[in-house]
C-alpha cells in the first residue's frame, strides 16, 4: 500500500501530547506522594526526562527506517519469527492498555458523575467512540489530535492554576524528599509508564510529510506533556500537602473541587474538569487503538485495516471487564506497567543496538 505522507510535525506533536495526557492525570500526585513524600515533584522530572530519553531512542530508531513501522523494520533486523514474537507481545501490550485505561474510565465515571449507570455502559460507549474513529485513516487521526489539544491544554492549565490559591508553598519542602529509598525508583518508573502511549511515533513517521523532522516534534511533544504533569504534582502537592494527598484517590479531582470564584462564577469546576479529563482519556484510547488496528494491519499483511476496529471491540471490552473492583485494577496496572516499560524501551533500545552493530537503515 502506497504510504501518504501528510502529516506534519506540528501534528505529530499534538498527537504525542493529547495521547500522554490522559487517564493518569488523575491519580499520579497520589502515586509520585507515596513513593517521595514532598521530592514527588523532582521524581515527576526525573520520569519525564527518561520517558524523553526513551522515546528518543525509539524514534531514532524509526528514522533508520523512515518508510517502514516497527511491525516491518524489527523484520528486517532481528529475523521473520523473532519480530513476529514481537509483533505478538506488542499488540497484547496494547490491548491490555487500550482495555485498562477504558475500565479506569468507567470507574471514575460510574463513581464521580454517573453513579446510577453500569460500568460497563461507560466503557462500551467509549471503547464504540474509538472504534469507529479508527476506521478512518492516520490523516484524519492527526486531524483529530490536532482539534482537541488546544481546549486540553488551555482548560487543564487555567483549572489547574486557578487552584493555585490554595496553595501553601511550605507543602514542598523539602524539595528531595526526606531520603532516598527504593520506592521512589518505582515512582520514577510509574511516570515513565504514562507515556508509553508516545510508542504512537512508530507508525507515525512513515507518514510524516518530513520524517527528519520528528525529533523535534517528540521533543516538544514530550516537553509539553510533561511540563503538564510536573505542573499538576506541584500545585497539588502545595495544596493538600504529603499527608492528605495519600488519602485522597483521584487527588487530581479533588484539586478541581477546591476551586472557587466570586460571585459563584463557577460552582462546580470538577464537572468542567472531567469534561476536560473525558476528552484525553478519549484520545488517549483512540491513539491506542489505532496502534493496534494500524500494527494488526501490518502484522497480518493486509490493505485495509476498517475491519480490524470493530474485530478487536469485544476482545478490548472482555479484558476491560476482568478486574472485579478498583484495587484489583490497579494491581493490574502495576502489571501491565512494568511488562509495556520492558516491550516499549528495553526491546527497542536493543534493536536500536542491533541495527548499529549491523550498519542497516539510514542514519
Not at 12 to 19: H, R, V
Not at 112 to 117: G, Y
Not at 257 to 270: C, E, M, V, Y
Request: with cysteine; net charge neutral.
Amino acid at each position: 500500500m502506497k504510504l501518504q505522507h501528510e502529516i506534519t510535525s506540528v501534528q505529530t506533536a499534538t498527537i504525542l501530547i493529547s495521547t500522554i495526557i490522559g487517564v493518569g492525570v488523575l491519580n499520579l500526585p497520589r502515586t509520585v506522594v507515596e513513593a517521595a513524600d514532598t521530592g514527588g515533584p523532582f521524581i515527576t522530572l526525573i520520569g519525564v526526562i527518561i520517558a524523553f530519553i526513551s522515546v528518543m531512542v525509539i524514534t531514532k530508531l524509526g528514522l533508520r527506517f523512515p518508510d517502514q513501522s516497527i511491525i516491518d523494520y524489527s523484520e528486517m533486523i532481528v529475523g521473520k519469527w523473532m519480530s513476529r514474537l514481537y509483533g505478538v507481545v506488542l499488540i497484547s501490550l496494547f490491548i491490555m492498555l487500550t482495555g485498562i485505561t477504558a475500565r479506569e474510565f468507567g470507574t471514575v465515571m460510574s463513581t464521580s458523575v454517573l453513579s446510577e449507570t453500569p460500568i460497563e455502559v461507560t466503557v462500551i460507549v467509549m471503547l464504540l467512540l474509538a472504534a469507529f474513529f479508527t476506521r478512518n485513516n492516520l490523516t484524519t487521526f492527526a486531524y483529530i489530535h490536532n482539534f482537541y489539544v488546544p481546549a486540553i491544554l488551555i482548560t487543564g492549565v487555567t483549572i489547574t492554576a486557578v487552584s493555585m490559591q490554595h496553595a501553601e508553598p511550605l507543602y514542598l519542602q523539602p524539595v528531595f524528599g526526606s531520603e532516598l529509598n527504593s520506592e521512589m525508583f518505582t515512582g520514577i518508573l510509574s511516570v515513565a509508564a504514562i507515556f508509553q502511549g508516545a510508542f504512537i511515533i512508530t507508525i507515525i513517521i512513515p507518514y510524516m510529510q518530513k520524517p527528519e523532522q520528528a525529533k523535534k516534534a517528540v521533543f516538544w511533544g514530550i516537553t509539553t506533556a510533561g511540563c503538564f504533569y510536573i505542573m499538576v504534582v506541584i500545585i497539588t502537592l502545595a495544596v493538600f500537602g504529603t499527608e492528605e494527598i495519600k488519602t485522597l484517590f483521584w487527588p487530581t479531582l479533588e484539586l478541581a473541587r477546591t476551586i472557587s470564584l466570586p460571585g459563584n462564577f463557577l460552582q462546580r469546576a470538577d464537572v468542567l474538569f472531567l469534561t476536560f479529563w473525558v476528552v484525553t482519556v478519549f484520545t488517549t484510547i483512540f491513539s491506542n487503538y489505532m496502534f493496534l488496528v494500524q500494527a494488526l494491519r501490518q502484522f497480518f499483511r493486509l490493505n485495509d485495516h476498517k475491519m480490524l476496529s470493530f474485530f478487536l471491540l469485544p476482545i478490548i471490552f472482555g479484558l476491560s471487564m476482568v478486574p472485579e473492583n478498583v484495587l484489583q485494577l490497579y494491581g493490574i496496572v502495576e502489571v501491565v506497567t512494568w511488562f509495556g516499560l520492558a516491550v516499549t524501551i528495553l526491546v527497542p533500545l536493543f534493536l536500536l543496538v542491533m541495527v548499529k552493530i549491523q550498519k542497516r537503515g539510514e542514519k
